[in-house]
């Protein structure tokens, strides 16, 4: 079974930084492709980054060159360092785990954090 558990979000001011977490059990890390989603109050659950098992990346055009992805095989963690946060950053985050099988796809979630951008 699957387990996603996040930790590091928080209030910051604009312009600020946050790192946060996702620690993973229950499979094998390195057979999946990790990253992170967030959903402000009123919209939908949209991308922000993720990242394959050799260290491809992918990001959200509003995030680019000031979040960064990176992920630990050995310690099956997932970070996303986010600087120069905006107001329009306030979300709450949520890791994912998807694993794409010959047979089947499957992507499971964190509970979320909450990440709040005052300006």
């Known amino acids: 079974q699957v387990q996603l558990v996040e930790s590091g979000g928080g209030l910051v001011q604009a312009g600020g930084s946050l790192r946060l977490s996702c620690a993973a059990s229950g499979i094998i890390f390195s057979n999946y492709v990790m990253g992170w989603h967030r959903q402000a109050p009123g919209k939908q659950r949209s991308m922000v980054a993720t990242?394959?098992?050799?260290?491809?990346?992918n990001y959200a055009d509003s995030v680019k060159g000031r979040f960064t992805i990176s992920r630990d095989n050995a310690d099956n963690t997932v970070t996303l360092q986010m600087n120069s946060l905006k107001p329009e950053d306030t979300a709450v985050y949520y890791c994912?785990?998807?694993?794409?099988?010959?047979?089947?796809?499957?992507?499971?979630w964190g509970q979320g954090t909450q990440v709040t951008v005052s300006s």
């Open positions: 990242i394959t098992s050799d260290g491809s990346t």
């Open positions: 994912n785990a998807d694993l794409t099988t010959r047979w089947t796809s499957s992507r499971s």
